[in-house]
Structures are given as C-alpha cells and as structure tokens.
C-alpha cells in the first residue's frame, strides 16, 4: 500500500490505478484517469485544478460515495471496494467529517441541530450530542451563534457551522470540497487557518479540494489535476513525508529556473 521505506506510517489514503469513466449520451467522460497518489496522515493536503478537471470526482471516489471505473483505494486502513454499503456509511459517519462550498446546512434548523445531525444519525444519546456540539461550536467561535438559523448567518459562520458539525463526530479526517468557495479573501483565509488548527490540536487530517490559490499557498501537499490525470505533486518546503518525498528537490527545481545563473561565456 505505501510506496515508501518503512516509517511505520501509512498512508491514510491510498489510490492506485484509479479510472472513473461516465458514459453519457453516447460519450465516455474519463473524469479520473489513471491516478496514483497517497495521502498522509498530519498534514493538510490540496488537490487542485481547474474546472472540470475530476476534483469533486476523486472526492466523491474517496468517500465511497461513488465506485471506481477501474483501480482501487485504501481508506483508513481499509479497502474501499470490499467494504459493504453499511460499513461504507459506518465509515463516514464516524470517521469522516465533510465540508462543502455550499456549506450544506439545513435551512430551517439552527446552528446547534445542524452540527447535531451526524450525531443523531449515530444514535448519540442526548446528553452527550449536545455537549459534542456545544464543544464543536465553541472551537470554530461560534458559542454565540446556538441558536441562529443558516439565513440568520454570514457565509463565513455558517461554513464554521459546517466545520463545527464535521468537528462535533470526532473524526480522523475531513474531506472538504471547495470550503472557502463561497467566500471573500480574508474570511476564507479565516476558515482555512480553522482547518490548519484541526491539524495540529486535533490530529485530524484534511484534505481540501479547490481552485483557489490561497488553499494551494497553505497546503503541505498539493496534488495537481488536468483532465482527470495526476499532473504534479508539490510538497512545501521543509516537509518529509514518511515515504521520503520532500519538497526541497521540487523547489530546487524551481529555484534553478528562477535564479538561473548565467553562463561564463554571457556575461561579459
Ligand atoms: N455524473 C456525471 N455524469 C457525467 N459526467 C460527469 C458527471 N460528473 C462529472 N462529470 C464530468 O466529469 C468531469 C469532472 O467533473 P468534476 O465535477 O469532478 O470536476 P471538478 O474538478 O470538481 O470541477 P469544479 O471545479 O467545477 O467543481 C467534467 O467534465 C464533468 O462534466
Ligand atoms: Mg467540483
């Protein structure tokens, strides 16, 4: 499963050989093509591309929410395609927290219940669903916000409500599609400094999907598509994974390119 030297760590996410094709009308859209990647535990990590390039696609593969064309993957130390619809379910409500653009609230219920609904699927009992919430809420400084309803909200709370509601289930990773789509600059940047702190006090690993820069500039790790296949993968500078990728010889790279030096023969 890992492709690395033995650290003891593995990945938390591992996806080999991985095709989805839609077949609509006639066409066969390769949306995922052929990608191979890990994902590690501890670290915030970004798949990114643009429109239409198998983002939400991949996630959606992920979650078990759909089923691969072809390839495989390993998910919190299983493997996705032996797992039945039950234990897929079982999966995502207590180890998966899920974070969307559209924040994905119920409109008529308050911020409380909203954080409340994966818990009450759970069978949580009451008492203690309504301290995980209250905690939830408390985390993303929403404490004086209970009661508001989704429209009583700014954008920037209501996607802390859904952070809160991925939070309240204690997951060990959270899948986040476009989480600061929606939102302007500096509340983005807000919701993504959240989601770094779920990384270091919590020990939740986060997985963001987007196209936005500022996602790709905090990420650890950034998986780059195109048309449904893996282009890049960028590791920042100073991080060892634990199968040995770092980011120094990506940016090594780089920096020859951009500080280039020139020739003897040039200069005069
Ligand atoms: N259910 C579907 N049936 C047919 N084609 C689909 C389906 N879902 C997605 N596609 C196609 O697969 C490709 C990848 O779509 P996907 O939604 O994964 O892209 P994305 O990277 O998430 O884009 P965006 O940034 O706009 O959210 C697109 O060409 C899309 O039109
Ligand atoms: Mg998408």
């Known amino acids: 499963m890992s492709n690395g030297f033995s650290s003891g760590i593995e990945p938390i996410i591992s996806i080999q050989n991985l095709h989805r094709i839609y077949h609509l009308e006639g066409e066969d859209i390769h949306a995922v093509n052929n990608i191979t990647l890990d994902i590690w ?3 915030v990590t970004a798949i990114v591309g643009r ?3 198998g983002k ?7 979650a078990g929410l759909d089923d691969p064309t072809e390839g495989e993957i390993h998910i919190l130390g299983r493997r996705l395609s032996s797992l039945s619809e039950p ?5 995502r409500l207590y180890e998966i927290g899920f974070v969307f653009q559209s924040f994905g609230l119920m409109p008529l219920l308050t911020a409380a219940e909203n954080v409340g609904i994966p818990l009450r699927m759970r069978g949580t009992n009451p008492i203690e669903r309504e301290q995980a919430v209250a905690e939830a809420l408390e985390w993303v400084g929403l404490s004086h916000r209970v009661k508001h309803r989704p429209y009583e909200l700014a954008g920037g709370e209501q996607q802390r409500v859904a952070i809160a509601r991925a939070l309240a289930s204690n997951p060990r990773l959270i899948l ?3 989480p600061t789509g929606q939102l302007d600059t500096r509340t983005g940047r807000r919701i993504l400094d959240l989601l770094r702190r779920l990384v270091i006090e ?3 690993t986060v997985v963001i999907v987007s196209h936005d820069p500022q996602v790709i ?7 780059e598509l195109r048309d449904g296949q893996l282009m890049e993968t960028r590791i920042k500078d100073g991080i060892v994974l634990p199968d040995g ?3 120094s010889i990506q940016f090594m790279e780089d920096a020859q390119t951009a500080y280039e030096i020139p020739q003897a023969s040039s200069i005069n």
Do not use: C, F
């Open 202 to 204: 919590r020990e939740i």
């Open 176 to 178: 986040a599609d476009e």
């Open 245 to 247: 990728s770092s980011g």
């Open 217 to 223: 500039q905090e990420a650890d790790v950034v998986h």
């Open 41 to 43: 535990p501890g670290y």
């Open 56 to 62: 939400t696609t991949l996630l959606n593969l992920i």
């Open 87 to 91: 234990e897929r379910l079982k999966m």
């Open 51 to 53: 429109s239409g390039s």
